[in-house]
């Protein structure tokens, strides 16, 4: 028998017995499989009861030609002739008879494939990604349901999803939801090709029926294209079998989830599931993996990363080129990729885990991703690794007092605003809600509220993170003070921020601006926006964003602003002389809590493609002499489009050699885009004398030069001898990378 699943223990029960599931879970059980017509009822109780004990709905009819119940098939709803019709033995059924119920039951959860596919993407969301699924039905009824299940999952491909199947016609359906990953989907009763080519597993409910259909179930697989040792194996054990009948149903016929009726706590010591597991360990030839991967998605592997040693913490969540959801982690926001593996730790432990898989492949590019955006594109690679800490998303009030707050790396700044704004709080966050907290975090954060409350790094008080030996440090003012520094400004040498903890200002509803104005004149409209900046309080930040020129089209520039103050006078007071820099032809201002500001981050997942060609300078004033190079560099054709940042302001209130971001005096950032890198970098070069530094996050540049930009020498030195200490190895190497060594 070809064994390729670990062995996983179950027990089975109604919602009159879900009170055990908690126990079970104590004692080291893998499944709770619960059934009946209260199955979605009983598995919610039980998924806000549990951590990490995975979820079986059982026995889910599903009926034909878009009708309820198994009436629809010709079958009895009401009967065992009805299951038996499906090819269930009727006397195999003492098992489900064991937990005190009719399994006729089976039959009333009858419902219709996309309720069934959106239900269980619900529980599944709810349960943090631990619902399985066993359907019962005609062959034919399943075959098309597993499809629409499927399809109505994908939310990932375009358009809505349509089915014009002969039982089951679906002429335009919204997918979704998404669950939280790709629930198995096993079936009962009678086999065929074109529904083991589509179905994860099977479930039997007697032993007899297992070495009676076992090799209809090989023969099937095959002529589906599909190893028989894909399609797992499940079984509801009867009350007479031993650990011995089980080791040999096990060995013999490729069980891999056994299933325990259980009716009450005492009923768990029946098995004892590590005995068990270890049992059938002593008995394969070889190790299994954690997770099993089908030859489809094998064939796509790398050949240098050792797939079958990924820590079995992480091989449940990873996702690699053959994976349905790859397409959904391979990109980031600008930038295409095609990473050979996907780790997405969920835990602390398990991003030490996920550093240790990466310490034993340093040959691999390796890339660490918080959650979305990412200008540089440096979280993705071609054949590597990356370690993504979407997962670690929460958001935590530590202390009302002191408005210290505690944020995981995987959290979006929407989110952080949505949570911070019942309490009259923020903590200034770029300008899109959909950024990943650790990677601006880790970096600085030139944000709305930049001038009035500094860096999103300057409300850092305090961080958690696994370094590269995969120890565990928390870094503060007097907790290793020297990583601290680093953390701020330059972050992503050092480690995996595991979590942030910030102290939030009190900010209120705030005014936010757009403005169109004529830049036909774009060296003079630059030299008064800046002049406006810098002489408007502090509670003014803003942006300027220019295209270049089109022939026969006025030039226009987007002026946005963000006006710390809730009063509507003080709002117009600031933005009078912003709104004046130029002919205004168009203009919008509104008064606004500052999450409405963030809530502009869009649902669908990132798909870049291509190389993003930007580069990143601080300067201290837009001088004449500089706005005159930018209109040259505008007029060269080399670039998209150009922005400024305000910076500035509260800023410039932190000493130089406070933080590893240490260009504090400037009062603007400048980002330009091109598509052409050598043409990009001739008209760049234009603008050089007026820089002091650059901004790491918006540079995709690499080399000594932009690493001499970004930091001072003396800050430079000391981060070299810092990532000598914590990084000798250069494990964090695939960002803005300080080797150890010395310049590159």
Do not use: C
């Not at 039980?46 to 079986?56: K, N, V």
């Not at 019709?85 to 195999?92: E, F, I, R």
């Amino acid at each position: 028998m070809n064994l390729r699943h670990r062995l996983r223990i179950g027990a089975l029960v109604t919602h009159d017995a879900a009170d055990v599931a908690p126990h079970a879970e104590a004692a080291g059980y893998d499944l709770i499989a619960a059934t009946g017509p209260d199955a979605w009822t009983t598995l919610s109780w039980i998924a806000g009861r549990t951590t990490g004990i995975r979820l079986l709905a059982a026995g889910l009819t599903v009926p034909g030609h878009n009708a309820a119940g198994l009436a629809a098939l010709g079958h009895d709803p009401a009967g065992l002739a009805g299951l038996a019709a499906l090819g269930h033995d009727p006397a195999g059924l003492a098992g489900l008879a064991a937990l005190g119920h009719d399994p006729a039951g089976l039959a009333a959860l009858g419902q219709d494939p996309a309720m069934l596919a959106r239900s269980a993407a619900s529980l599944d969301l709810l349960s943090g990604g631990r619902l399985e699924i066993a359907l019962t039905g005609e062959p034919g009824v399943l075959t098309e349901a597993i499809e629409i299940i499927r399809g109505l999952h994908d939310t990932a491909r375009p358009g809505p999803l349509r089915h014009p199947g002969p039982r089951f016609r679906i002429p335009g359906t919204q997918r979704g939801p998404e669950p939280a990953h790709r629930i198995p989907v096993a079936i009962m009763g009678p086999l065929s090709d074109g529904l083991i080519a589509v179905a994860d597993g099977w479930l039997a409910t007697t032993p007899g029926e297992l070495r009676d259909h076992g090799k209809a179930l090989d023969d099937a697989a095959v002529a589906a294209g599909r190893e028989p040792g894909e399609i797992r194996r499940l079984l509801v054990v009867p009350p007479d079998l031993g650990q011995g009948d089980l080791l040999e149903l096990v060995m013999e016929h490729g069980v891999d989830t056994l299933l325990i009726p259980v009716v009450e706590a005492a009923d768990l010591g029946r098995f004892a599931p590590g005995e068990l597991r270890d049992a059938v360990a002593r008995l394969r030839p070889h190790p299994v993996p954690a997770v099993f991967k089908p030859a489809s998605v094998r064939a796509k592997r790398h050949p240098g990363i050792k797939y079958d040693a990924i820590p079995g913490s992480l091989a449940e969540t990873a996702i690699e080129p053959g994976d349905p959801g790859y397409r959904r982690v391979r990109s980031t926001y600008l930038r295409g990729g095609a990473p050979g593996l996907v780790l997405r730790p969920r835990t602390v432990t398990e991003v030490a885990d996920a550093l240790a898989f990466a310490r034993a492949h340093p040959h691999l590019p390796f890339g660490v991703r918080s959650r979305g955006h990412g200008i540089s594109g440096r979280s993705t690679n071609d054949g590597g690794l990356v370690v993504s800490v979407a997962a670690l998303d929460g958001i935590e009030i530590l202390d009302e007092s002191r408005r210290l707050v505690r944020i995981g790396p995987g959290a979006r700044w929407t989110d952080v605003a949505q949570a911070l704004a019942p309490y009259g709080w923020a903590i200034t966050s770029g300008d899109y809600g959909g950024v990943g907290v650790g990677g601006l975090a880790t970096a600085g954060g030139i944000g709305w509220l930049a001038r009035e409350h500094g860096l999103t790094i300057d409300k850092l008080v305090a961080a958690e993170m696994v370094l590269a030996d995969g120890s565990t440090v928390r870094v503060s003012a007097t907790e290793n003070p020297d990583l601290f520094w680093a953390v701020r400004g330059a972050g992503a040498n050092f480690g995996i921020v595991t979590s942030f903890e910030f102290e939030a200002d009190e900010v209120g509803d705030v005014g936010f601006a757009r403005f169109a104005v004529g830049a036909d004149d774009p060296a003079a409209l630059l030299v008064r926006w800046g002049r406006a900046i810098e002489e408007a309080p502090r509670d003014l930040s803003g942006q300027l964003i220019l295209g270049r020129p089109r022939r026969g089209q006025p030039n226009i520039a987007q002026l946005v602003a963000v006006v710390d103050a809730g009063d509507p006078r003080t709002v117009v007071d600031r933005l009078q002389p912003i709104a004046g820099v130029g002919p205004l032809y168009d203009q919008n201002v509104v008064l606004t809590p500052y999450a409405g500001i963030m809530a502009n981050a869009s649902p669908a997942d990132h798909d870049g493609h291509g190389e993003p060609v930007s580069r990143s300078a601080l300067v201290e004033h837009l001088t004449p002499e500089f706005a005159e190079a930018a209109a040259r560099l505008l007029d060269s054709g080399a670039i998209h489009w150009f922005q400024i940042r305000t910076v500035g302001g509260a800023v410039a209130d932190v000493p130089a050699d406070a933080t590893a971001y240490a260009h504090r005096s400037a009062n603007f950032s400048i980002v330009v885009m091109g598509a052409d890198e050598r043409r990009l970098d001739a008209a760049w070069a234009g603008l050089r004398d007026h820089f002091d530094g650059l901004y790491l996050n918006f540079e995709t540049g690499r080399g000594a030069a932009y690493l001499n930009d970004a930091f001072p020498p003396a800050t430079l030195a000391r981060l070299r001898e810092l990532k000598r200490r914590y990084d000798p190895g250069n494990l964090f190497r695939d960002n803005f990378n300080i080797e150890p060594g010395g310049t590159r």
